[in-house]
């Protein structure tokens, strides 16, 4: 792997991003836009009962951890989308760049953009709520990389399927992710879902950063039995969504899908 190739890459999105203000705007909006409705509305539910668990810290932890989930999944679907709408594949791989380079700077970018969002609801939830992020101390960091990963990953498959698929498939990029929210558990236990369905969710590595989240914020334990989990899931995890992403590539080049897509 090259690095200067694949920096070169991040500088793409960099100089991308400088020249439109709208891409910058659109890294906190949606993000802030959650934080007020969903932050306001845990006041007021504090407010109804206040013998019950402090939903202030559960439900912002919650939200900021599965906006690190979506930001780092969006960020790689981006950076392929990016390609595709400027009509810059064909371009990009008649160059001396691999696909694994090319995957290594999605991943960069995605981890810029996760962060910057990251950042700026922390701070905002401190500002609002009085509410710090970074109470949860060192687990914090484990939370954060596992759901980085899983994101990844997720974000990695959603390009092979649009580099099989076309632009058709672009809707995926946004869609795909919630199918994981009701069984990420982000704010309620897993213990509440079907049987059927916990076993479902313990496959997935979010429901057991959020079930870790809970454990540290509700009993001031760190449950390293979750992390591990998630940290084991997300080596398969990233292995599918790398070979997904890869093997799709080799398809679309010998079928020609390079030149096609985005067309």
């Known amino acids: 792997m090259n690095a200067h190739r694949v920096l070169a890459m991040v500088w793409r999105h960099v100089y991308l991003y400088r020249s439109s203000w709208t891409r910058l705007v659109e890294l906190i909006y949606w993000p802030a836009m959650e934080l007020f409705v969903w932050g306001f509305l845990t006041i007021y539910l504090r407010g109804l009962g206040p013998g019950l668990p402090d939903f202030v810290v559960l439900f912002l932890g919650g939200l900021i951890l599965w906006d690190v989930l979506f930001r780092s999944q969006i960020g790689v679907s981006l950076a392929f989308l990016e390609e595709i709408w400027s009509r810059n594949l064909s371009n990009l791989f008649a160059s001396p760049l691999t696909p694994t380079e090319f995957v290594a700077s999605q991943v960069i970018v995605?981890?810029?953009?996760?962060?910057?969002?990251?950042?700026?609801?922390?701070?905002?939830?401190?500002?609002?709520?009085?509410?710090?992020?970074?109470?949860m101390g060192l687990p914090l960091v484990a939370f954060f990389v596992n759901l980085m990963v899983m994101g990844w990953s997720i974000g990695l498959l959603v390009s092979a399927m649009i580099l099989r698929f076309g632009q058709g498939a672009e809707s995926l990029a946004w869609a795909v992710i919630f199918l994981f929210q009701p069984v990420a558990a982000v704010f309620y236990p897993v213990s509440v879902l079907p049987e059927w369905l916990r076993s479902v969710a313990l496959a997935t590595p979010a429901a057991h950063v959020f079930e870790g989240m809970r454990a540290l914020l509700l009993?001031?334990?760190?449950?390293?039995?979750?992390?591990?989990?998630?940290?084991?899931?997300n080596v398969v995890y990233l292995i599918v969504g790398c070979a997904g992403f890869l093997g799709m590539f080799r398809v679309a080049r010998r079928r020609g899908l390079l030149l096609q897509v985005g067309e």
């Open 110 to 135: 995605a981890l810029a953009r996760t962060l910057i969002a990251g950042l700026f609801m922390a701070l905002l939830a401190a500002l609002l709520y009085h509410y710090n992020l970074f109470s």
């Open 219 to 233: 009993d001031g334990r760190f449950d390293a039995g979750h992390i591990i989990g998630a940290l084991v899931l």
